[in-house]
C-alpha cells in the first residue's frame, strides 16, 4: 500500500513539473505574440498619421487628409461607398462631424447647370470620374446644419465606373465651413478636403 501511495505521488510531481515546463516554454511565445501585436497596431497607427499629415499613401486604409484649420471645426469619415454593377454607378455617403456647436458645411464644387454639386474622383491609373451631390435642391444649393458630435451625411453619385474598379484612390472634396466668430472663421474652398483608398463594395447582398 505504502509502495503504491509513493508509485501516486511520484507519478504527480512529475506531472505537475511537465505541466510547469510546457507553461514556462510557452510563456515566451505569448509574449513575443503579444509584443508582435502591440507593433503592428502602433505601426498602422503611425501609418495612419503620416498619411493624413502628407497625403501619401502608406497602407490600403481609407483616410482623409485636410488643412488645420478645418481639422480644428470638423472631421470626415466615409461611411459607404455602394456599387451596383448593372448600371455601373457607386455611391459614396460621406460624414462631416462638427467638433464645436455653431458650424455648417457645404461640400462639392458648382457644376452641371450651377444647381448641383459635385466632387472629383481619381483611380490609380489617373482615371477621372464626377460624383454629383444626392439630394433635394435646398438641401444641395445651401449648406447644412452640422450639430457638435452629430455627423451629418453627404452623397455624391457617380457613373460610369467599370465595375472592375475596386478602390477609388482618392476624392478631391471642395467645401466652404460657416463657423461663428467665436470659435473659428469662414473657410472657403482653397484646398480641397483629400479622401484616400476608398474600396468599392459592389453588389452588397440586403439583408
Known sequence: MTKKIVLFLALAMFASASITAQNSDSAPEQKKETKEKKKSKFGSFIKRAGEAATGINMSSETFVVMNLEAKQLIEMDVASCIG?????????????????????????????????????GYDTKGNSYEGQEIGKYSEISGSKENPAGIPVQYQFGFTAIPST?????????????????????????????????????????AE
Do not use: H
Open 165 to 205: 474598379l475596386k478602390n477609388i484612390e482618392v476624392v478631391m472634396v471642395e467645401f466652404y465651413i460657416y463657423a461663428d466668430k467665436n470659435i473659428g472663421s469662414n473657410m472657403s474652398k482653397v484646398e480641397p478636403i483629400q479622401v484616400r483608398n476608398i474600396p468599392i463594395q459592389w453588389d452588397p447582398v
Open 84 to 120: 451596383d454593377s448593372k448600371s455601373q454607378t457607386v455611391i459614396l455617403t460621406l460624414t462631416v462631424k462638427a467638433k464645436k456647436n455653431g458650424v455648417k458645411t457645404a461640400l462639392g464644387k458648382s457644376c452641371g447647370n450651377g444647381n448641383q454639386e459635385c466632387v472629383s
